[in-house]
């Protein structure tokens, strides 16, 4: 759940807030905020109304796909400026903060001009190098565990039909050791599109009686509002069984791109890539994959080739 939702899931249930006014409201991750819940907030506010938040990050949680959830559900509050993203930008009640400080430049410079038109600038900061040396490849901001044509990279499906993959979750795991074993203080967090991959690192955590309170594992939805110093992006997909490839949909359009997004802008000093390097290029549905997607990967393959030089 986004941060704001615990509070505003509060005012809609609780009858004790109903009827209180104030002269401002702020609301925080926007992006993730649906129109009616806006509608009811603004209701109680006198003055002036705050949205903070990236339309090009994760939009609302949305569980219905009927026509009226989709007409007012899962838009997000940024809808109300325009259809477009020139639209929103070029609105008058719009201001773009350009200075970003979570992540290190190289990291921030791959989601930069696919999402943000080259616009974001760097204030460095300390955090941005403290992990910079760490393995696997030393000395770079981007990392990149190739695993493709490896036979043991193997997809498979749940009962709930959500993928996971043995054989990258183990490889993350001993990454995760490798750290360790020269640094016990830096936060790491394992992202992965897929919500079976998860609960298979917990299992494996639990069986392995790993205790690392600066260890989170979570899909990309539960990342959005976070950060870690090292951020290991766990792409999952690759051929099944039957050696089909077949790219999963949560990677597709729009969706796609809000969740990389998501995903990259969490790192601070590292960001560690594990999976096929070639997978937006040789599975079956690369035509759903937006070309900013596809960009950003090669860009982190390349960023990793750099270091061997």
């Not at 509070?7 to 002269?23: A, N």
């Not at 910079?132 to 490896?150: A, E, Q």
Request: charged share 25%; glycine share 6%.
């Amino acid at each position: 759940m986004a941060p704001f939702a615990p509070e505003y899931t509060k005012y809609l249930v609780s009858s004790g807030l109903h009827g209180l006014e104030f002269d401002n409201l702020v609301i925080d991750e926007g992006s993730m905020m649906s129109i009616p819940h806006l509608i009811l907030l603004g209701k109680m506010i006198k003055k002036r109304i705050v949205v903070c938040g990236d339309f090009k990050q994760l939009g609302p949680i949305v569980l219905s796909c009927s026509y009226n959830a989709q007409k007012w559900l899962h838009p997000d509050l940024f809808t109300l400026l325009g259809k477009t993203d020139q639209e929103k930008i070029t609105h008058n009640a719009m201001k773009m903060l350009d200075c970003q400080r979570r992540s290190a430049k190289k990291i921030a410079d791959l989601i930069n001009v696919p999402f943000y038109s080259g616009k974001l600038n760097t204030a460095n900061q300390i955090s941005h190098i403290l992990a910079k040396d760490i393995p696997p490849h030393p000395g770079g901001h981007i990392s990149f565990v190739n695993l493709h044509n490896m036979k043991d990279n193997i997809c498979y499906f749940s009962k709930s039909k959500s993928k996971y993959n043995k054989f990258s979750r183990l490889k993350i795991l001993d990454i995760i050791a490798q750290i360790r074993k020269i640094n016990n203080s830096l936060t790491i967090g394992i992202i992965t599109p897929y919500r079976q991959q998860v609960i298979d690192y917990n299992k494996n955590i639990e069986e392995q009686e790993i205790i690392d309170k600066k260890l989170k594992i979570g899909t990309i939805h539960t990342f959005q509002g976070s950060e870690c110093d090292i951020i290991i992006f766990d792409l999952v997909d690759a051929p099944d069984e039957k050696g089909n490839k077949k790219i999963g949909k949560l990677y597709s359009g729009l969706v796609g791109e809000r969740l990389i997004n998501v995903a990259i802008s969490r790192a601070k000093s590292k960001i560690i890539f594990v999976g096929d390097n070639r997978i937006f290029h040789e599975y079956q549905g690369v035509n759903s994959v937006s070309s900013s997607v596809v960009k950003i990967i090669d860009n982190a393959w390349n960023e990793r080739l750099k270091l061997q030089k």
